[in-house]
Nanobody
Framework: QLELVESGGGLVQPGGSLRLSCTASGFTLDSYGIVWFRQAPGKEREGVSCVTSSSASTKYADYVKGRFTIFRDNAENTVYLRMNSLKPEDTAVYYC???????????????????WGHGTRVTVIS
C-alpha cells in the first residue's frame, strides 16, 4: 500500500519542541518534494514548510520561520519537521504531502501532490 504516515504530534507547553515525521510506505521519498501543511480548528489549511526533491531548496511560512526546520533522512525514507519555541497558535493538525520531482517550492504552496498523509495533531497549551 502506497501511503504517507505522519507521527510525532502531541501535547506540549508553549516554548516546547516537537519533531514530526512523514514516512513513506510502499515508495521511496528521495524523488519527492514534501510540503507540510496545517489546519487549525475553524481555519483554512495553510502551508508551513517545503523541501524540494533534491533538498537543495527549502521554504518556510513567515509564521514559523526561525522556529521550524524541515529536513529529510533518505535512509529512513522520512522527512522531518523540527518545531521549536512552539506557540498556542501552532495548535493544528499537521499534514504532509508528496509531489514527484518537485524542483521549486511554490509561492502559494501549490503542487501536484500525489500522496497525502492523514495528519498528526499538535496541541500547544499551558
Amino acid at each position: 500500500q502506497l501511503e504517507l504516515v505522519e507521527s510525532g504530534g502531541g501535547l506540549v507547553q508553549p516554548g516546547g519542541s516537537l519533531r514530526l515525521s512523514c514516512t513513506a510506505s510502499g515508495f521511496t521519498l528521495d524523488s519527492y518534494g514534501i510540503v507540510w501543511f496545517r489546519q487549525a480548528p475553524g481555519k483554512e489549511r495553510e502551508g508551513v514548510s517545503c523541501v524540494t526533491s533534491s533538498s537543495a531548496s527549502t521554504k518556510y511560512a513567515d509564521y514559523v520561520k526561525g522556529r521550524f526546520t524541515i529536513f529529510r533522512d533518505n535512509a529512513e525514507n522520512t522527512v522531518y519537521l523540527r518545531m521549536n519555541s512552539l506557540k498556542p497558535e501552532d495548535t493544528a493538525v499537521y499534514y504532509c504531502a508528496a509531489a514527484s520531482n518537485l524542483a521549486l517550492c511554490g509561492s502559494d504552496w501549490s503542487g501536484d501532490y500525489a500522496y497525502w498523509g492523514h495528519g498528526t495533531r499538535v496541541t500547544v497549551i499551558s
